[in-house]
């Protein structure tokens, strides 16, 4: 199991920094007055890039310091005591994490299923298991606090007040879907056009969106 574990985790880490250094500048494709707004999505995007590398790198390290200690026959420092008070810490933590950040739905799905994975491997009496489950969950969860306290940062967002809403590549409903936006995502407006606004998000694509389907903080 843990071999399988490192192995998509290098896997994973190696997508993650493909697509850093292989995306394209969305401002060579964007008219030059929206220049500058296309560049601050492409640093937030690095940015967003940069942490999850970092999260990954972290869990490929910890899942390798796992496969260690098996290998060696090694029961661990970790006492079940600590286990199940880290576990229910981070339970916490990504409950937390949901309330700050709803629209990172599949994130927030995927914290809570390493946190059950966690529980699983306690009554099982896997305590250095049930540590190495709970601090990938931990570790999401505090990508999404962090991504949730940037936005509370910023005055003018606004949210997907709708059930979804397509980003499309210009002010109109016959432009191109760029991309469906979820309920309560936040977006950072720059400009407006016709009842059309110019849209950054956190860590994904601009485009526009109708000012109809937005909601206040």
């Known amino acids: 199991m843990a071999v399988c574990i490192v192995a998509g985790l290098a896997f994973a ?4 920094q493909t697509a850093e250094l292989h995306g394209d500048p969305p401002e060579a494709r964007t008219p030059n007055r929206d220049a ?12 967003s890039l940069e942490r999850e590398v970092a999260r990954l790198e972290a869990d490929l390290n910890q899942a390798e310091e796992a496969m260690v200690t098996i290998e060696s026959g090694l029961r661990g420092p ?3 005591a ?8 981070v339970r916490i933590a990504i409950e937390r994490a949901a309330r700050l950040a709803p629209w990172r739905g ?3 799905e995927r914290a809570r299923a390493k946190i059950a994975e966690a529980e699983r491997q306690l009554r099982a009496g ?7 489950f709970a601090s990938r969950a931990d570790r999401i969860a505090e990508a999404l ?13 606004r949210f997907i007040g709708a059930s ?21 995502t936040p977006v950072f407006p720059e400009r407006s056009e016709d009842g059309w606004l110019l849209v950054r998000t956190p860590s994904g694509p601009v485009g526009w969106v109708h000012d109809s389907v937005l909601a206040a903080r």
């Open 106 to 108: 599949d994130d927030i």
């Open 78 to 80: 970790h006492s079940r």
């Open 13 to 16: 880490l190696g997508c993650a």
């Open 164 to 184: 979804r809403a397509n980003l499309r590549s210009g002010p109109s409903k016959h432009e191109r879907v760029l991309t469906v936006l979820p309920t309560s």
């Open 126 to 132: 896997h305590s250095g298991s049930a540590l190495f």
């Open 36 to 47: 500058a707004i296309y560049r601050a999505a492409q640093d937030a995007r690095t940015a």
């Open 82 to 89: 600590d286990a199940v008070s880290t576990v229910a810490d």
């Open 145 to 157: 606090s962090e991504e949730a306290e940037q936005v509370a940062r910023v005055p003018a967002a």
